[in-house]
């Protein structure tokens, strides 16, 4: 019994796997059925650009791999396009690699120097004329108590040395505050923490101005007639007067 139902149920199953395969066949013939399109006859056109968008092209710097695209005509771009055509040949030049790039960095080296010499930096590391000039701006910070403000001023104006002579004003000027315990003096200080630290509200906005004046005259590097050398002495005149 158990047999028979066995060999019932295995006939079914080969049948239907023969099914399958028979159809999975017919479907491939089917896939592959060549089908043939329709025969174009249809006429072709021809597109070539005009011969205006051809001279753009050929004259585009963008496409000229080999040769050089002639020159604008506006005569300054004309000059820049000269300019450049010409630095970029001398760049190349053998002469230039063998001896003006070295003349160039020489001479890039030099100014760069007498950029740092006019702007005091060089001064300030090697001590420039420190130990020549007693009137220099670190031994008058250094001996501020020790100098004779009124004959080095004296000094410098029968030198005409206005900018000096206002530099000692202010010196000076720091001298009596510093004596009359208004401020503290140190060589580290700046001029603004002395006008800070000045707490006399009467006296601050002069001495405010009085600084403002100073540094426009000794650290802008100005040149002081004589006539406005006479107004700021008289304004260093009437706040000393007033300490």
Request: charged letters at 25%; proline letters at 3%; glycine letters at 4%.
């Amino acid at each position: 019994m158990i047999s028979s139902v066995l060999k019932r149920i295995t006939l079914t199953i080969l049948f239907a796997s023969i099914g399958i395969c028979l159809q999975a066949q017919k479907n491939e013939k089917a896939d592959t059925t060549t089908v043939k399109a329709p025969f174009d006859q249809s006429s072709i056109v021809q597109r070539l650009p005009s011969t205006e968008r051809l001279d753009d092209l050929r004259n585009d710097r963008e496409y000229r791999y080999h040769n050089d695209a002639p020159p604008p005509e506006n005569p300054l771009t004309k000059f820049w396009y000269w300019l450049m055509r010409k630095l970029s040949a001398f760049f190349q030049s053998s002469s230039y690699e063998n001896f003006w790039q070295y003349v160039i960095l020489a001479a890039i080296g030099g100014f760069a120097l007498w950029l740092l010499y006019k702007s005091e930096f060089l001064g300030g590391i090697f001590g420039r004329k420190a130990q020549d000039d007693p009137l220099s701006y670190n031994r008058i910070t250094e001996n501020i108590h020790e100098l004779d403000f009124n004959k080095l001023i004296d000094e410098a104006v029968e030198n005409h040395n206005y900018r000096l002579a206002i530099r000692l004003f202010y010196l000076k000027t720091l001298k009596q505050l510093t004596d009359k315990q208004l401020i503290h003096w140190q060589p580290t200080k700046t001029n603004r923490i002395y006008v800070d630290e000045l707490g006399n509200l009467r006296l601050k906005a002069d001495f405010e101005r009085l600084t403002s004046q100073f540094e426009y005259v000794w650290y802008g590097d100005f040149t002081v007639s004589e006539a406005e050398f006479g107004d700021i002495k008289e304004a260093f005149s009437n706040f000393s007067a007033r300490i």
